[in-house]
């Protein structure tokens, strides 16, 4: 393979071979060439990391990474991150590299996102939803470089080894290509999925950049469409602080929302049915429902990703639970389930939650990912049906309900729960 032929415009037809640039690049070059808008830009192939390994002299090292004793797996795998940090990249990556971001940065006139795009993410059995890296604002060549190479580097990273594991997924089994775009000056972002468990869509939103929404730090709005894309319900979020990027230029910092603003619509009816367009068209284009995030710019909505899409078969509670005290949140979009409350307010305690137990904690971000495995459900002060746990909690089939407000306090330690992540309630015995 020749240099040229690592880095791709997501304009070409090859953009869309995910077996090369990963599914959450390939979705993008599939939307895009379909004529939905997307925010433009190229990737690096999974052939671009491979070569890094070779060019490296990794290669070996990491085919036994994964079949050695924990302890020496644990000293190879720093090798491996270690070096795709810190060691030069081949001349035949960042020649080609370095052309097509300054291309990129001439014709859009703004700095770039930098995500990662594995070839065993965005699929229908792993989503990997906040399990590798995203960069916003790079706008200088050196931190560029550093941003691929992170990327390159998460493959090897804790809690992506972990989530693996649980799929059964090895990195030898994938790789990691890199998808680049022109960052987009949102006024507001979020997510859609395209069928809700209760029926209809969802969407969310907050102000600035999504980021906010997918670490499960705000609470977004969250409105109910119908089949027909029309708007049903709204939910006000308490959207607290917005993330930007100064001056469009930068990297992207939290920002307090004014208190008019916290709870103020981030979108009215009509840009909702725009949004349900482009939920049924990207729908239709990946044959499967699917999730999308989303930003508004001052020229429109950008679709910036689109996932297959899990629901779970709507459970109905036993009638008795109906008699004891709830609070309302957003959503997970998965059934029914019960147990033993935990009460956490710090992830160091997260050691406490046994098997069974439903977590109840503050903030809901990718990093609680570890104890999905043993729990029945999950409730959260902060987050949106949207945010990356939701999306790893719908995988497993874990109900989960999102900005439940104040529920760390109102919910004794030790109580019996039932989370309802279709309807959005949480309920306890007193």
Not at 219 to 235: K, R
Request: proline letters at 5%.
């Amino acid at each position: 393979m020749t240099n040229t032929q690592f880095v791709t415009p997501l304009s070409n037809r090859e953009a869309k071979d995910p077996r090369r640039f990963g599914p959450k690049a390939a979705n993008q070059a599939l939307l895009g060439q379909s004529g939905l808008c997307t925010p433009g830009g190229f990737c690096l192939s999974s052939e671009a990391y491979r070569a890094q390994l070779d060019h490296l002299g990794l290669t070996e090292i990491a085919d036994k990474a994964v079949s050695s004793s924990f302890f020496d797996e644990r000293q190879q795998i720093s090798q491996i991150r270690v070096a795709l940090f810190g060691e030069s990249m081949s001349s035949d990556i960042q020649e080609p590299l370095l052309q097509a971001y300054e291309r990129l940065v001439l014709e859009s006139g703004t700095s770039v996102a930098v995500r990662s795009s594995s070839i065993m993410e965005d699929t229908q059995d792993a989503s990997f939803a906040g399990q590798f890296q995203s960069f916003l604002g790079i706008d200088k060549k050196d931190d560029f470089l550093t941003a691929v190479r992170a990327c390159w580097g998460a493959l090897w990273s804790s809690r992506a080894l972990r989530y693996m594991e649980s799929k059964k997924i090895t990195p030898v089994d994938t790789a990691m290509a890199v998808l680049v775009q022109p960052l987009v000056d949102a006024i507001c972002s979020g997510g859609g999925m395209s069928q809700a468990a209760g029926g209809g869509m969802s969407v969310t939103a907050t102000w600035g950049f999504g980021e906010s929404i997918a670490q499960g730090e705000v609470v977004p709005d969250l409105y109910g469409l119908d089949a027909d894309g029309v708007p049903i319900e709204t939910l006000p979020g308490r959207k607290t602080h917005s993330i930007h990027c100064a001056r469009h230029h930068g990297s992207p910092s939290p920002t307090k929302v004014d208190s008019e603003h916290v709870s103020k619509r981030c979108l009215d009816d009509e840009q909702l049915q725009d949004l349900s367009f482009i939920m049924k068209k990207a729908e239709k284009l990946m044959e499967r429902p699917v999730e999308i995030e989303w930003a508004l710019d001052a020229a429109g909505f950008k679709v910036l990703q689109a996932r297959p899409l899990h629901l779970g078969p709507v459970n109905v509670p036993d009638e008795i639970w109906l008699q004891h005290p709830s609070l309302r949140g957003q959503p997970g979009g998965i059934g029914w389930g019960t147990g033993r409350a935990c009460v956490i307010s710090c992830e160091c305690e997260l050691g406490r939650v046994a098997p069974g137990d439903v977590l109840v904690t503050k903030v809901a971000g990718p990093a609680l990912s570890q104890v999905l495995p043993r729990v029945s459900g999950v409730v959260a002060e902060l987050g949106g049906s949207t945010s990356h746990l939701a999306s790893l909690a719908r995988e497993r089939g874990i109900p989960m309900v999102l900005g439940a407000l104040d529920v760390t306090s109102v919910i004794p330690d030790g109580a019996q729960v039932g989370v309802d992540g279709v309807a959005g309630l949480v309920r306890w015995i007193q």
